[in-house]
């Protein structure tokens, strides 16, 4: 049990346009998913804390009207790259938390963004 | 803020040797503390998870050990293999849920 899927797996995009990334939690109900970004040789950072039915949380330093985050039910959240530029590309992991604090987050498996 | 970091950075070991990695975080006031396997290009697979409360984890040739109090955790590798070859990462789940993680160790274990 436990699983969370994310879709695409790989998108690569030309500069300007917008990407729409999808993460489900497949066999369990998500209060809390959670966007991280990881950049070559990096370790994760996380971008954005989103809660069911209400706006996301951005950490310092993540532009809001950039990564448009949308968890519009408690097994679906959306991570939308708007104009996305070549820096922008890197591998985009979304993780899922059930009701309590605390509880584990299982990892979707990434979205590996490409903008030309 | 809490901060996490992993030593070494890297490490290359022969085949069947028995190794420790390191994380320390500064913050103990922590839910829990997690290690992740993640493979080139791959997502993250959790290896352990050690609560709070908890002093140790074991996973077949895993073993992971926590000291909250002075801000410590290993990751102790029995028999190394090939197969074992990744980059290692840890985290603490804290304040808020957050999830923090560490630099990683990339383990190259040589045949």
């Known amino acids: 049990g436990a699983v969370v899927s994310q879709h695409p797996s790989r998108v690569i995009c030309k500069s300007g346009t917008s990407v729409k990334i999808e993460c489900r939690s497949l066999?369990?109900?998500?209060?809390?998913m959670f966007w991280y970004r990881q950049f070559p040789k990096q370790s994760l950072m996380l971008m954005a804390t989103s809660n069911e039915g209400s706006k996301a949380t951005y950490e310092q330093g993540v532009e809001k009207d950039k990564f448009l985050i949308n968890h519009a039910s408690l097994t679906l959240s959306t991570l939308t790259v708007t104009s996305a530029h070549p820096e922008d590309s890197s591998f985009y992991i979304c993780s899922a938390q059930k009701a309590s604090p605390g509880d584990t987050q299982y990892f979707g498996p990434g979205t590996r963004l490409t903008v030309l | 803020k809490q901060e996490v970091t992993q030593i070494p950075a890297a490490l290359s070991v022969p085949e069947g040797e028995n190794l420790v990695l390191n994380c320390s975080f500064t913050d103990s006031a922590i839910y829990n503390l997690q290690w992740f396997r993640q493979d080139p290009g791959k997502g993250l697979t959790s290896l352990l998870l050690i609560q709070s409360s908890q002093r140790e984890q074991t996973s077949g040739r895993l073993n992971a050990s926590l000291d909250k109090s002075s801000g410590r955790s290993t990751l102790y590798i029995a028999a190394s293999q090939p197969g074992d070859s990744a980059t290692y990462l840890c985290a603490v789940q804290h304040a808020g849920n957050m999830l923090t993680f560490g630099g990683g160790t990339r383990l190259m274990v040589k045949p």
């Open positions: 066999d369990f109900q998500a209060t809390t």
